[in-house]
C-alpha cells in the first residue's frame, strides 16, 4: 500500500531513539577552536582546505541553533573518491525510479558512489535527528517541505546558501512559492525536487454506468453534486470520504481552502481551522455521507481501494498515485483538477526537497559531491515526474518531455491555486491535532463546530509550547 | 552440590538458606562468588536500564528537546501539568491511559482463562496432537506488523472479508465498522491480540501442566473425585506460580500494547484507540517534547508497578494454602 508516501513523523517503538546528549553548539568551527592546537585540528583544517569548492569554516551563519559553519558550494567535485548515503522515504513505487535516476548517476561520476537507502518517512522523521547528531547521519536526504523548518531549527539540517548559489538557481527557475518556503530565518535549507498535489480521479466504468460523460468530469460543485447523485441512482457511491490524513485529512485542507479559511493565522500563532469556512468544509464533507454518496466508517484506504474495484467513482487522492492507477488491471480512469466545491479553486501541495544533513565531524569533500548529486537530479527530474510528480525546475517543467506525461500535467495546471502548510518549527505537532478532529467529525464522534474547536486548542497548546522551544 | 551438605561447617553463615557446599571450608568463593557470577547480567542492567531510568528522571524535570541547546529546567512542571485535564497534554494523556486501562482490563481474562482451556486439551492425547500445538502457537512468531496488516484488512469495516463474509448471513445487514467505531474498535483490537498471543501463555501454561504428578490424579480417581474436582483441588492450585507469572506477563504486555492500535485503528475514532506507549512516543519521539514523554512514561511506570504488586499480594494471600 503505497497511499501514505508520507505521514507526520510518526515514531517507532524502537530504544534506538533514546536522547542522546548532544551539544549543537559544537559546530566544527567551535571544533576546530577546541582542538587548535592539536594535531587534530591540524588534519581537519586541511581537509577542508583541500575541497574544492567548499568555503570550509568560512562563512558562520548567525541562526540561534547554532548550525554548521561549514555551507558545501556547487560546481565540479573533482576530490578523491567519495561514498554519499542518501536517505528518503520512497518506499512504494517511486523509490524503483529514483534508484534509476541514482545508478545513472553514479556511472556517470567516477568519483561519487551514492547509495540510497529508502525507510519509511515516519521512521526517517525520527531517526534522522538522533542519527545526524551522533555523526551517523546520511550525506544528503529527501525531506517534505513541511519538515525543513523544524530540523533547521533543531540544526539536522545545513544552510544551503551557497550551494543554490552556486547551482545558480533562483526563485524564478521554479514552481511558485515552493522556492521561497524552503528558507528558515533567513537561510535556505532545502532544495525543491518536485511538487506533489492533489487532484481529482474519475472511475470512467462507473461513470459510464450512470450515463455520464467519462471525457467531462464535473468541476464545480452543481456539477458534482449532480453527477453524485446520478451514480446514486445506479446505486453507486461516487465519493468515499476518509476519516483519515490520506484521504480525508488534505480533502479537508483543500476545502478550507476553497471556503476562504486558512489553516493558521498570519503569523502562524494560532490554529484557525474552526472557522465558519472549516465548518462549511467538514459540513460538506459530512453531508456526502448523509445523503448516501459514501458509505459510513471508511477504513484506512478503504477509498482508494475501492475506486480500484470499481465500487467508488471518485477520489481526490496525491498526483503519486498515478503510477498506481496506471497499473491497475482493468481500471479504467482519468484525471482532472480538483472540483471547485467552495468560492474559489484551491488544492492541498506538499514538495519533496534535498537537504544536507549536518553530521557532526561530516568530511567537507562528502557535502561538495553532495552538492554536485543534487544538481545532477534536479535536472534529471523529469524521470521523477514520470514517478508521479511535478517537476518544481521551470525548465524541466516546460520541456517538450514533461508535456507528454499526460496526468502530470493536468495536475500543473493546479500549482497556480496551490496550498502549502505553513514552514514553521515544530508545525506538524499542531497537523497532528486537525488530523485528529477531522477523524472524529467525519467519523461523527464529534459535531463539526466541536472538534474542529478542539483541535484548535491543542493545536494552540503546542504552538505556544514550539514558540519558546524554538525561541521563534 | 545440594547432596554435600555439610550441615557443621557453615550453614546459615553467610546467610544463604543452603550452605555453601564443599568449597565452603577453604575460604575461597567467599561471599563475592555469587556478586561476580552476577556481575555480567549487573553491568549490563546497570548500563541499559538503571542508568538510563535515572537520566529520564532527569530529563522529566526539564523542557528537553536534545538537539536544542535550550533545556530549561522546569522542576515538576511537567508532571503538574499531566495532574490536570485542563492541559492538552494532560486530558490526551489520561485518555491514552484510559485506552490502556481499558484495553488491558477487556484482554487480560480473556488471555488467562482461553490459554488455559487450550492448554488443558493440548494436554491429552490425541492424534495429531503435536500439530494442533504448533497451530496454537504460529501466530505468536509473526510480528505485530504482519498481524497488524492482516487484521486491518480482515476488519475493514467496507472493503473487510470478515464483513463481506457477515453480509451473506441472511439476517445480517450493513456493515459493522470494526475499526473505525467504539465499541467495536475494543472488540477487534483485543481479538486480534488474543488470536495472536494465545499461543505463548498457552505454552507455559502447558509446561506447568506436564510438571503435575499424574499419581496425584490417580490417587484423586481412587478417591471418587470427577473431573471438575480434579481441576479445582489439584490442577489449579499446582499452576499457582505459572499463573502468577501469567497473569504478570499478561498484564504488563496488554499496558504496553503500541502496534496493534498503531496498525488496526491509528487511535481511531478520534483518539479513543490511543494507548499511553503510542501517545508517549508521539510526544517524545515524533514532536520531541521528551521532557513531557519522560514525565508519562514515569507515572505509567508507577501504574505498573503498582499493577505488578497488586498481582503479587492477590497470589500470596489467595494462593498460599
Request: glycine share 10%; hydrophobic share 45%.
Amino acid at each position: 500500500m503505497t497511499t501514505t508516501p508520507h505521514g507526520r513523523p510518526f515514531p517507532r517503538p524502537a530504544v534506538s531513539a533514546l536522547p542522546q546528549p548532544v551539544l549543537p553548539a559544537l559546530t566544527r568551527r567551535n571544533f576546530l577552536r577546541l582542538t587548535a592546537g592539536a594535531g587534530a585540528g591540524l588534519m581537519l583544517g586541511a581537509c577542508s582546505g583541500g575541497s574544492g569548492g567548499g568555503q570550509g569554516a568560512g562563512t558562520a551563519t548567525g541562526t540561534a541553533t547554532g548550525t554548521a559553519g561549514a555551507t558545501a558550494a556547487a560546481g565540479e567535485y573533482t576530490g578523491p573518491a567519495v561514498d554519499l548515503a542518501f536517505w528518503n522515504g520512497f518506499t512504494g513505487g517511486d523509490g524503483p525510479l529514483l534508484l534509476e535516476i541514482v545508478n545513472r548517476f553514479n556511472e556517470e561520476h567516477e568519483n561519487i558512489n551514492v547509495a540510497m537507502n529508502a525507510l519509511e518517512w515516519a521512521q526517517f522523521y525520527s531517526t534522522l535527528p538522533s542519527a545526524t547528531s551522533s555523526g551517523e547521519g546520511p550525506d544528503v536526504a529527501a525531506m517534505h517541505l513541511d519538515q525543513i523548518a523544524t530540523n533547521a531549527a533543531r540544526g539536522v539540517i545545513m544552510p544551503l546558501d551557497d550551494v543554490a548559489a552556486g547551482l545558480e538557481l533562483s526563485e524564478s527557475d521554479f514552481a511558485g512559492t515552493v522556492w521561497n518556503a524552503g528558507i528558515y530565518q533567513d537561510v535556505r535549507y532545502g532544495i525543491p525536487l518536485d511538487v506533489h498535489m492533489y487532484g481529482f480521479y474519475y472511475n470512467k466504468t462507473l461513470m459510464e454506468q450512470a450515463g455520464l460523460d467519462p471525457e467531462s468530469p464535473p468541476q464545480t460543485r452543481d456539477e458534482y453534486m449532480a453527477a453524485l447523485e446520478a451514480l446514486k441512482a445506479e446505486g453507486i457511491q461516487g465519493h468515499w470520504v476518509s476519516p483519515f490524513l490520506f484521504t480525508g485529512g488534505h480533502t479537508f485542507y483543500s476545502l478550507l481552502w476553497q471556503f476562504g479559511g486558512d489553516l493558521f493565522n498570519e503569523d502562524v500563532s494560532e490554529a484557525t481551522w474552526n472557522s465558519e469556512a472549516g465548518v462549511e468544509a467538514i459540513t460538506w464533507m459530512r453531508s456526502l455521507i448523509e445523503e448516501g454518496y459514501s458509505p459510513a466508517d471508511v477504513g484506512q484506504d478503504a477509498e482508494h481501494i475501492a475506486f480500484q474495484n470499481d465500487q467508488n467513482a471518485f477520489i481526490w487522492n496525491g498526483i503519486w498515485q498515478i503510477n498506481g492507477y496506471g497499473d491497475t488491471e482493468g481500471l479504467e480512469w482519468g484525471v482532472a483538477q480538483i472540483p471547485q466545491i467552495g468560492d474559489e479553486r484551491a488544492v492541498w501541495a506538499s514538495s519533496h526537497n534535498f537537504v544536507i544533513p549536518n553530521n557532526r565531524g561530516a568530511d567537507p569533500n562528502k557535502q561538495q559531491a553532495a552538492a554536485v548529486f543534487i544538481d545532477w537530479v534536479s535536472e534529471q527530474s523529469l524521470d521523477w515526474a514520470k514517478a508521479g510528480q511535478v517537476p518544481a525546475r521551470n525548465s524541466v517543467r516546460e520541456s517538450a518531455e514533461f508535456a507528454e506525461l499526460t496526468e502530470q500535467n493536468v495536475f500543473a495546471e493546479e500549482l497556480d491555486y496551490v496550498h502549502f502548510v505553513p514552514t514553521v518549527p515544530g508545525i506538524p505537532d499542531a497537523m497532528a491535532e486537525i488530523e485528529t478532529g477531522v477523524n472524529e467529525a467525519i467519523l461523527g464522534s464529534k459535531e463539526p463546530q466541536q472538534a474542529l474547536d478542539d483541535a484548535a486548542q491543542r493545536a494552540n497548546e503546542a504552538l505556544e509550547a514550539n514558540r519558546e522551544r524554538y525561541q521563534a | 552440590m545440594a547432596t554435600q551438605i555439610d550441615a557443621t561447617a557453615g550453614a546459615g553463615s553467610r546467610g544463604f538458606e543452603r550452605p555453601a557446599g564443599g568449597s565452603g571450608g577453604r575460604g575461597r568463593g567467599s561471599g563475592l562468588t555469587p556478586y561476580l557470577f552476577l556481575a555480567p547480567y549487573l553491568v549490563l542492567f546497570t548500563v541499559f536500564v538503571l542508568v538510563p531510568a535515572l537520566y529520564g528522571l532527569w530529563i522529566s524535570l526539564h523542557t528537553w528537546d536534545f538537539l536544542l541547546p535550550n533545556k530549561p529546567f522546569v522542576g515538576l512542571q511537567n508532571y503538574l501539568n499531566l495532574m490536570t485535564r485542563e492541559t492538552a497534554v494532560g486530558d490526551s494523556f489520561w485518555q491514552s491511559m484510559g485506552a490502556t486501562g481499558k484495553f488491558t482490563l477487556y484482554s487480560v481474562p480473556l488471555l488467562l482463562v482461553i490459554p488455559l482451556l487450550i492448554a488443558l486439551v493440548l494436554n491429552k492425547k490425541f492424534p495429531g496432537r503435536t500439530f494442533f500445538r504448533a497451530v496454537f502457537f504460529a501466530p505468536y512468531v509473526l510480528g505485530v506488523a504482519v498481524i497488524g496488516l492482516l487484521w486491518r484488512f480482515l476488519l475493514d469495516p467496507t472493503a473487510g472479508l470478515l464483513n463481506y463474509m457477515l453480509n451473506l448471513l441472511p439476517w445480517v445487514d450493513g456493515n459493522i465498522p470494526w475499526t473505525t467505531a467504539t465499541p467495536w474498535v475494543w472488540v477487534s483490537l483485543v481479538a486480534a491480540t488474543v488470536w495472536w498471543t494465545l499461543g505463548f501463555n498457552a505454552v507455559i501454561y502447558l509446561a506447568g501442566l506436564q510438571d503435575i504428578s499424574l499419581d496425584l490424579y490417580e490417587a484423586a480417581s481412587v478417591d471418587g473425585a470427577k473431573t471438575l474436582q480434579k481441576f479445582f483441588y489439584i490442577t489449579l492450585p499446582s499452576l499457582k506460580r505459572v499463573l502468577l507469572l501469567v497473569t504478570t506477563l499478561t498484564v504488563l504486555a496488554s499496558a504496553n500494547m503500541f502496534g496493534q492500535a498503531l496498525l488496526i485503528t491509528q487511535g481511531a475514532p478520534g483518539t479513543e484507540t490511543r494507548t499511553a506507549i503510542m501517545y508517549i512516543a508521539e510526544e517524545g519521539l515524533g514532536n520531541f517534547r521528551m521532557g513531557n514523554a519522560a514525565a508519562m512514561s514515569y507515572i505509567l511506570a508507577l501504574f505498573l508497578i503498582l499493577a505488578s504488586l497488586a498481582i503479587f499480594a492477590f497470589f500470596r494471600r489467595f494462593g498460599e494454602d
